[in-house]
Structure formats: C-alpha cells, structure tokens
C-alpha cells in the first residue's frame, strides 16, 4: 500500500445476486459515506446465484458502466468468478483493488453452502490471484427479514473491513487463505465469532453459531484436504490396488 497521508484503500465489491442487489448496494454505500476508501464494483448484470466457481470461456463477456454515486461501478454478463477475475485484472481499473468483498448475499453461506456459492466463488477467484477477499452473506428470512438490515450487516462489518486493511498495510496479513463471513438475521443485537478452525462434534459448526447470533468468520483455502483417516486408508491402499490385475475389478 501507499505510505502517503492522502491514500485510500481500493475495495473492490462484488456478488452473484446481480449489480441492482439490495445488499450490494447497501454494502457500497456503507464504504462509500465513510469516505475512508476508493470503491470499485464489478458485478453480474443478472443474479446468477448457485453457480459455484463456474466461468465464461465460450462467448465473450459485455461490459457497461453503471451509475452508483461515490463509486465506478461496472456490470458484467458473466458470473461472479468472471467479475473478480475482470476486476482485478486492471483492464476496467487502473489499479488492483487492496481487497475484494464478494456480497452482501441474500441467504447464508454456512457448511457445505459454500460449495455451491457464487458470492464465494467471487472472493476464492480474487485469492487465486492473490489478491484479498472476504465473501459476506446475509442469513436473510423471508417475513422477518428487511432490505435495512443489509445497510446494519455493512456496517457490522466495518470492524472487520478495517483491520483486515490495518493488517495488509503492516504486511502481517495471512496469505494462504480468505475469510467467509456470514451475518445473524438478529443482526441488530450481533455479537462476533472467530473461526471454529477445530470442530467437535456436529452442534460446534458456523451455521449453529449463526442461528445463536453470532457473526460467524470461517477462514477457507483454495482447496481442503481429505480427513486424515482418509489419507491414511489410501496411502495403505494405493500400492495394493496397482498390483491388483485389472480383469479382478470385475
């Protein structure tokens, strides 16, 4: 980062519920009244929730410009790993972002979810490249929920925003890894959770805390290991397979 007094941290925002989304706006506007960073949104022109970590390789990608005051904001007709992708790349902005925030989703992104999540594929593809990213999502609830908890979920998370920024300008920022954050629907009364990086037993999980209230932090690796039982099994059981004949599968 730039050491003089006038530098603002650059974030760059994105989401997989679409550029118009309630919480990605509520989250650009949050950054943006702070006047504490330049703001960059890159961001599906449509929802494409649910496509995981899926990309655009068969037809090309169209861009336009979108209006969001405080921001330069584009939309993109591809997912949220091509919008991290395109907007850390330095062909719509001059520079790389210092962080990417891939959110506010609409719904949790606990467990097994984040398999399937474009709003963590958004912030795992920023980490491919080494860049920063925090995916944050919503445990929205239909009939209960409204559109200004996202504009409290942005500013719970400010905290996090900030010293995660304090930790990249001190170059004391874990590299090997990006955090997936997930926010209460009680988000008015939050309280905070760090990552649960050794689970018990199958109550000790993100999702359990998060029904309780808590923010939940989990960080995640470009990809996880197998269990070490696992490992162990197959490290036994590969040298006997390859001297097994091959017509003794059948």
Excluded at 69 to 76: D, L, N, P, Q, R
Excluded at 117 to 137: K, L
Excluded at 189 to 205: A, F, I, M, R, Y
Aim: proline share 6%.
């Amino acid at each position: 980062m730039d050491g003089t007094m006038s530098y603002r941290p650059r974030i760059m925002v994105t989401n997989d519920d679409g550029i118009d989304a309630p919480g990605l706006r509520a989250l650009v506007h949050v950054l943006v009244s702070t006047g504490r960073y330049e703001v960059q949104v890159c961001a599906p022109d449509s929802e494409k929730s649910a496509v995981s970590h899926s990309i655009t390789w068969r037809r090309a990608l169209s861009v336009s410009r979108v209006e969001i005051e405080g921001a330069t904001a584009y939309a993109v007709s591809g997912t949220p790993a091509d919008c991290a992708s395109l907007g850390i790349s330095k062909v719509l902005f001059p520079a790389v972002p210092d962080l990417v925030i891939s959110g506010i989703n609409m719904g949790s992104n606990c467990g097994y979810h984040i398999v399937y999540s474009g709003t963590v594929a958004g912030a795992r593809e920023a980490f491919f490249y080494g860049v920063p990213s925090i995916s944050v999502s919503y445990d929205w609830v239909r009939g209960f929920s409204s559109i200004h908890d996202f504009k409290l979920g942005a500013e719970a998370c400010l905290p996090i925003i900030n010293a995660i920024l304090t930790e990249l300008k001190n170059k004391t920022y874990p590299e090997r890894c990006f955090l997936n954050v997930d926010l209460p629907t009680t988000i008015a009364s939050h309280k905070v959770l760090g990552p649960q990086l050794e689970v018990e037993d199958s109550q000790d999980t993100d999702f359990e805390y998060l029904k309780e209230g808590y923010i939940t932090i989990t960080p995640i690796g470009a990809l996880s290991h197998a269990e070490m039982d696992c490992q162990a099994y197959f490290k036994d059981w590969l040298p006997r397979a390859v001297e097994c004949p091959s017509s003794s599968a059948l």
